[in-house]
């Protein structure tokens, strides 16, 4: 008797469906997607064996270079607040299109009496332009003005304070930059450094090692 040949269907498999998922799932990322916003200057930081990330949230950062020159920059929320108490405090007037600029500008490398010309810089203008940075000598430290703004405008709310420096640079330049900070009453602030491996047989190498060893019970 003859064996009944089994009918083979199609092996091939429609992936349109696959296809349309894949892609509202790239717009979905590219839409809620933050990417990171630009840095003021490229620093080499200190190193240290430290894994501490700082969330980008309700922060005020305070970067200077090799050369000494300081840079501020700050969530976008509070850039509008900050200017605006920034002008009351040191009696000056910025027009609304200065304060439109100025929501939008990456970080402040100026002083105040400069500010209304920098924010007129396109970003490959402002690239090509070396900039004299936030004074924060004794005789005008704008820096402390600037720390001042930024705390009373999130009066009754927390500001995370980082501070950036470039490894090559003069201690003066990181302690008058404290001392901004000092003489607005803030104590805390997060200090940016490269990190590097742990060295072995250290004590906080073998803290990590039992943690993870108890961990992985």
């Not at 916003?37 to 980008?56: D, F, G, L, M, R």
């Not at 850039?79 to 009351?88: A, F, S």
Request: charged share 25%.
């Amino acid at each position: 008797m003859a064996r009944a040949k089994i009918k083979r269907g199609s092996t091939s498999v429609d992936m349109t469906p696959m296809c349309d998922v894949a892609f509202l799932l790239l717009t979905f990322f590219i839409l809620v997607g933050k990417f990171k916003a630009e840095e003021a200057v490229e620093v080499t930081p200190p190193s240290s064996v430290s894994n501490k990330t700082i969330v980008q949230k309700d922060f005020f950062n305070v970067t200077f270079d090799k050369g000494g020159t300081v840079y501020l920059d700050m969530d976008e929320a509070i850039r509008r607040d900050v200017i605006e108490e920034l002008g009351k405090e040191r009696n000056v007037q910025f027009s609304p299109q200065e304060m439109d600029a100025f929501a939008k500008s990456p970080f402040v490398g100026v002083p105040i009496n400069q500010l209304g010309q920098f924010l007129k810089l396109t970003p490959e203008q402002v690239k090509g332009t070396k900039l004299p940075g936030v004074p924060t000598d004794s005789t005008n430290n704008e820096l402390q003005a600037w720390i001042s703004a930024a705390k009373a405008v999130r009066l009754g709310s927390k500001l995370v304070y980082t501070i950036k420096g470039d490894n090559g640079a003069k201690y003066s330049t990181f302690r008058n930059v404290i001392e901004s900070f000092k003489k607005n009453d803030e104590y805390k602030y997060n200090l940016v450094t490269s990190q590097t491996d742990v060295p072995e047989g250290s004590e906080l190498y073998q803290k990590n090692l039992k943690e993870q060893t108890e961990g992985s019970k």
